[in-house]
């Protein structure tokens, strides 16, 4: 696939919400298929880009857990 730049997505933003709602690196990397390493890399900038179908199922899980979250507040 082709890489998704941090230019159009925040990776660090995303993934540090997915893990202030309770999940942990590795449930991150196994739910969009990449290593706990490789989410590590992109919470740190270490990485800069992910490639396409693991940035949108990053984008789509956010979103699912993000809706769970503000379901569980109200």
Known sequence: GLPISCVSMNWKNIIQDLIDA???QSA???AIG???ASVSDLL???A??????????LVKLHRKVMRRAI????
């Open 22 to 24: 309770g999940m942990t």
């Open 28 to 30: 991150i990397g196994n």
């Open 34 to 36: 990449i290593s706990q």
């Open 44 to 46: 740190t900038g270490k």
């Open 48 to 57: 800069k880009s992910t490639y396409y179908e693991a940035g949108e199922l």
């Open 71 to 74: 379901r569980k507040a109200a």
